[in-house]
């Protein structure tokens, strides 16, 4: 009789679905350069500094996931903010970055909730190539793009022959709701079209501010594409931010053209931009060079130039610079990184 009850449970065991596997992962980047600034403020000297994130966002991460059967998976992200060249907490906070549970499906998509990246800005990063978002080759900073969202719910949908969609909402939950009632909600959307060496994006994001002395909606609208026929590959960008309503500061067109040229183990990268703001007359363009070479396919050395002419009141700074940047300065500098994945 125990023999057979022992049987039995073998063979259940044997029969149990794949739900009861997951497993974890520990990831994560650690970038550090050397830059050299000049031209940020009336006066300044030219400085040296030791600096993060030149090419790559450091981080440290944890990714879960769990087979639940029928196509069905859930997944948990952790990632903390990680300021390499100090180790100091970052003043966002550690884990500032990303913080969400999803449930992911193969046939109608996946649904996350948490502090998460946007639509907007996958649509905008789609023109920065090997740059990243970082650094003093990227013109990120100058597209003003929500990067991530809290409190989001984000759907993306599986892949149907090169097209996916998404859309995402947050809402802003002030504390203030009787004169901020809508403050800080958020949503966007996303559509996108990839197949071989040529791949095409549009995003829409919408911000509200609403408090005692301000009341305006900000409107994003991005199509970027990028074509590759090597060596050479080709990024752009345009992008309007409008804001309409009481407060309302800006009317920006933002134009971004890069290049990239495939040399075995590296790549040779030039960048051009500008961004003019209708509204109040203040422009600023941009040009940025740069070649990274992969030591291997976790670890990347990298040499970045960039040069900002500011105009007006425009204050745009480089990439991951150290150093602060007043409004109508020019700031130009070089950098020399590497940064490793794990």
């Known amino acids: 009789m125990q023999k057979k009850l022992l049987t039995a449970a073998v063979s259940l065991a044997l029969a149990a679905p794949a739900a009861a596997?997951?497993?974890?992962?520990?990831?994560?980047?650690?970038?550090?350069?050397?830059?050299?600034?000049?031209?940020?403020?009336?006066?300044?000297?030219?400085?040296?500094?030791?600096?993060?994130?030149?090419?790559?966002?450091?981080?440290?991460?944890?990714?879960?996931?769990?087979?639940?059967?029928?196509?069905?998976?859930?997944?948990?992200v952790i990632e903390f903010d990680i300021t390499s060249d100090t180790g100091a907490t970052s003043?966002?906070?550690?884990?500032?970055?990303?913080?969400?549970?999803?449930?992911?499906?193969k046939s109608w998509g996946e649904l996350a909730l948490g502090r998460q990246l946007t639509h907007i800005f996958n649509t905008v990063a789609m023109a920065e190539g090997n740059s990243g978002v970082n650094?003093?080759?990227?013109?990120?900073?100058?597209?003003?793009?929500?990067?991530?969202?809290s409190n989001y719910v984000k759907y993306a949908s599986p892949n149907f022959q090169g097209f996916t969609f998404g859309a995402g909402w947050a809402p802003g939950e002030d504390?203030?709701?009787?004169?901020?009632?809508?403050?800080?909600?958020?949503?966007?959307?996303?559509?996108?079209?990839?197949?071989?060496?040529?791949?095409?994006?549009?995003?829409?994001?919408?911000?509200?501010?609403?408090t005692a002395v301000a009341d305006f909606k900000e409107k994003d609208n991005a199509i970027t594409g990028y074509f590759n026929f090597n060596p050479f590959k080709v990024l752009a960008l345009y992008k309007t931010s409008k804001q309409s309503g009481?407060?309302?500061?800006?009317?920006?067109k933002i134009y971004t053209l890069r290049g990239e040229f495939s040399t075995g183990p590296g790549v040779v990268a030039v960048s051009f931009g500008e961004s003019k703001?209708?509204?109040?007359?203040?422009?600023a363009d941009f040009v940025g060079l740069a070649y990274y070479h992969n030591l291997s396919k976790r670890t990347t050395a990298y040499v970045?130039?960039?040069?900002?002419?500011?105009?007006?009141?425009?204050?745009?700074?480089?990439?991951?610079?150290?150093?602060?940047?007043?409004?109508?300065?020019?700031?130009?500098?070089?950098?020399?990184g590497m940064n490793h994945s794990f």
């Not at 003043?91 to 499906?105: C, E, H, I, N, P």
């Not at 703001?277 to 422009?283: A, E, F, M, Q, R």
């Open 21 to 76: 596997y997951a497993q974890a992962v520990l990831y994560g980047i650690v970038d550090v350069n050397v830059q050299h600034v000049s031209s940020y403020a009336p006066g300044d000297d030219n400085n040296f500094a030791v600096g993060h994130n030149g090419q790559k966002s450091s981080r440290l991460g944890a990714r879960a996931s769990e087979d639940l059967g029928a196509g069905l998976s859930a997944r948990a």
């Open 91 to 105: 003043a966002a906070g550690m884990t500032q970055r990303q913080t969400l549970v999803s449930l992911d499906s």
């Open 135 to 149: 650094g003093f080759q990227s013109m990120y900073g100058m597209t003003d793009t929500q990067t991530r969202s």
């Open 175 to 210: 504390a203030t709701p009787v004169t901020n009632d809508g403050n800080g909600d958020f949503m966007d959307f996303a559509l996108r079209y990839e197949a071989g060496n040529f791949g095409v994006a549009y995003g829409y994001g919408q911000v509200e501010t609403k």
């Open 246 to 252: 009481t407060g309302a500061a800006e009317d920006l």
């Open 277 to 283: 703001n209708d509204l109040t007359g203040d422009d």
């Open 304 to 336: 970045q130039y960039g040069r900002i002419k500011n105009k007006g009141t425009t204050a745009f700074a480089l990439g991951g610079s150290n150093f602060a940047t007043t409004a109508g300065s020019d700031p130009k500098g070089f950098e020399v």
